[in-house]
């Protein structure tokens, strides 16, 4: 049997090792908990001490620190870039001159380390302002803004380093986009590129996008309001510039290429690159492909993508339910109540599968919250409105002090109609 290592510990990860271990042998490094409850076996081992056919790399840490290209040292097979193609995640400096010298359609921008610069080239701008720490701050490093004094409170405050560090010493200002957002992971095996099912997040913490930007509130796919013929596009004008700048300087990607994209009325630009599954995109992607997940993730990482299979045809929901307090100061340590021992619903719901990201039992045993996202409920249905109800109905069962829920992941979609 194929036997694979997933590095990471949150709900996407548990989510990929529930897919992988429909065909393999899945172990965890360092997983958590609510995934070893789950009878998928964690590990504090690092990866680059274990054996496995496949290694699938979650976040993007590892990924900017070189892991890939350690254990491809090592002679393994990776899902994930080495660190030259982390990179464009890394930097959002870099990987907006990459997409200029790509020709990929994107916002107008600036990139500053200095405040009266920064703000000259703010005044430039209209509203919405966008201004966006240039390193990796968990989704939690851009403000999207109407307000110009808030604006240039935002620069100030990214400039002095107090914010995120040494993350946010350079800020991106770019020009602000509208349009529906989508998130197409694009699996790529160095030469070829083949897209997942489109889907889309929810990254405000408030419902109707409201409040600040989080990790991830919840996510569905696939996305009908996207036609066969907007992912085409997506791929002809963003993703095979990108393959072909790749190619030109020379960096093998074999991993997964999240292309954030606004479907704007200029057609697709891109917002952003991530170069890794996406969290929770990835809670509701893996239901849909079935036992293919194994035999997906070894072809990119050996090189021999083809097409990608059709999913199972059904709709998937995943509803996030974060800490008291998230995304600012989440609390701990609240106990989480309807989760049974094997950290899934006590009373089981069909189509229903609950993905740990911040739990750990208590002395007694219990699941406790213990980070800013506790747990991702996601649920398949045949059409999206009958997933959106047992994804809600499953979080109704599931409560514990100050938890923080969006109501409308999915809402405005299957109100449309939409399957
Ligand atoms: P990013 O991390 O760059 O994807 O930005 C996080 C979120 O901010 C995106 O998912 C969008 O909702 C929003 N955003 C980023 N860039 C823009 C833009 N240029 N115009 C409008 N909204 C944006
Ligand atoms: N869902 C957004 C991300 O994974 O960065």
Known sequence: ?????????GAREHALAWGLARGAEVVVTPGNPGIAAHGITCVETPATELEADLFVIGPELPLTQGLADELRAQGKAVVGPGRDGARLEASKAFMKAFLRDAGV????????????????????MAPPYVIKTDGLAAGKGVLVTDDFDEACADVLEKLSGHA????????????????????????????????????????????????????????????ASMSERDVDDVMTRIVEPTLAELRRRGIDFRGVLYAGVMMSSRGPQLLEYNV???????????PLYGDSLVSLLSAVATGTLGEVPATTGQCAVTVVLSAAGYPEDPRRGDVISGLGDDGQLALPREGVVVFHAGTRRDERGRFVTHGGR?????????????ARERAYAACAAITFEGRVMRQDIARAASELGEP
């Open 374 to 386: 506790v747990l991702a409920v996601s649920a398949v249905a045949d059409t999206l409105g009958a």
């Open 276 to 286: 890794r599954f996406g969290d929770p995109e990835t809670e509701a992607l893996v």
């Open 105 to 124: 359609p994107t916002a107008h921008f600036g990139v500053f380390d200095r405040p009266e610069e920064a703000l000259d080239f703010l005044a430039t």
């Open 1 to 9: 049997m194929t036997r694979c290592v997933v590095v990471g510990s």
């Open 164 to 223: 995120f560090g040494h993350a946010g010493k350079t800020i991106v200002i770019e020009e602000g986009l509208d349009g529906e957002e989508c998130s197409l992971l694009v699996l790529c095996d160095g030469v070829r590129a083949a897209a997942l099912a489109p889907a889309q997040d929810f990254k405000r913490v408030g419902d109707g996008d409201t409040g600040a930007n989080t990790g991830g509130m919840g996510a569905y796919a696939p996305m």
